[in-house]
């Protein structure tokens, strides 16, 4: 196999242009007709076709059998004119211009002075291919549109751009003057499929999920998924495409490492997320293809969220995600695709890929996750005084011995969840809840209660006494961030049930979420330090706080690095509670 793929199975005629038939239809009906335009606009994101639908057209155009009924429109593919302009060797009545290497001034008068010598030959049509025309300048629109505007006899134009925006804004009159045709992006079954015939063809043994593989990293490109299969080819020796020689030739990561990241996020363990983008980085993985990674990862959790079954997913990951179903809901997956995808275009400029992932998924770990209603209700009902022991299960809490063990699900560690007992109900209590928190932002109350022997409730004056020391148990387990959230909250009060009120600023928001989100962990601490606290919870205040930050050591001793923390934070709260975590873990 000396040829390139690509270049090998470019089509010789309509009918062979994957996807795009709406477009070829067209195109063959214009020309059995007779009736072909001066100017077309192909629009299309990269692999689409374009150029190739262009060739295919200038073939059919001076197809020496042209005219002939049985052809339809198509050109031959066979005959001297339609073998050289598929080969792309000279044939002088097609022109192809990169318009990304040819946009001055000169160039414009350059084509206008070529446009006008006509075909080499009397039935022949001189065809220009204008590839990345959005790159083409003022000027040169300007010559062209005067061309346009006094089209020479069969001479064609073919615009093809990955961006007809942009066309739009610089050349609106040439625009009305040309046909435009927008062309299907091709999705991955079709890639696949084509993959698998031309495999086929040459005689090469393959492995379904190889080649579904190969279709994702093309990204819609079939020209680009016959390259990668090209090099895929060129690294293996047996000519045999299986799984992991399309991982080994294309540097894809392994699905287990998208599964371990998952995890994390799931199990909401923010700090695990520097190692294990470490590990990426370290095995030279392009952070782009981690990046599309995680969004088709997440997209296809979100199908079974939904109740569906993703078609794109190898079997050994869809059982993988099929386990995982239960344990993220499809909002926070839904928010986590929306964050993905607002960072995207940032992504591509960024100089620091590492940190944005980094970052983008520890905002995942901390994400708010959805809450039921039940927890509403439930937290509506102040410290759990009147509801039997439960436990949240959207907030899953993680014991201490889980770190180390896969997650349970959730069912089993979970105890039953009361429903309301009436529609009614459910409506006045979600009423009181909304007019309630009118009053008191930012209120999340919620029930954490464990079921304990009675023993007297400590005072309030105890607790806060203790505080620091259940921040150093909380820090002493490894829990860096929750720990420093714990910092700049205040107890409240203590109910005679032995539930603990926490207070926190409104604006620290991301650190009651940290502290919300280890619940267990914080349970634990506080029982170990003050044994009779049954429970917590977390509230909101308009006003700061007492005893917060003001009487911190640590920070005290970095003031200036705390001025930076809060610039930082005043921007994204998220990312200097990362920020914090890591400094913290360099501290130890
Ligand atoms: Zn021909």
Redesign the pocket.
Known sequence: MSLALARKYRPRNFASVAVQSHVANTLKGAIARDRVAHGYLLCGPRGTGKTTLARVLA?ALN???RGDPALQGE?????I??QRIWAGSASLDVVEIDAASNRGVDDARELRERAMYAPSGDDRYKVYIVDEAHMLTREAWNALLKILEEPPPRVVFVFATTEPQKIAQAAAPVLSRLHRFDLKRIGPAEIRERLAIVLTEEGVVFDDEALGMIARAADGGLRDALSLTDQVLSIGESGHITADSVRVALGLVPDEEYLAILDIVVERRAVDVFPAVQRLADNGVDFALILSGLGDLLRAQLTYALGGVPTEVPERMRVALEQRKSKIAAGDLLRMLHALLEMEPMFRRSGQPQLLIETLLVRFALLDRTVELEDILRGFGDGGRDDPPTRRVAHEPRTASAHALPLAPPAAIAMPVPRPATQQVAKAAAAAQLAHSASVPHTSTVASVTTAAFIAPPSIEHVRSRWSQVVETVRKAGRGMVAESLQRITPLEVTTHGAVLLGYAATDDTFARAVDSSRADVLAAMQACLESVTAFSLRAQTAPAEHVVRNNTRLTQADAQQQRLDQLSARDPLLEAAVRALDLELLN
């Open positions: 073939m197809c020496e059998r050109p031959c593919g066979q005959c004119s339609c």
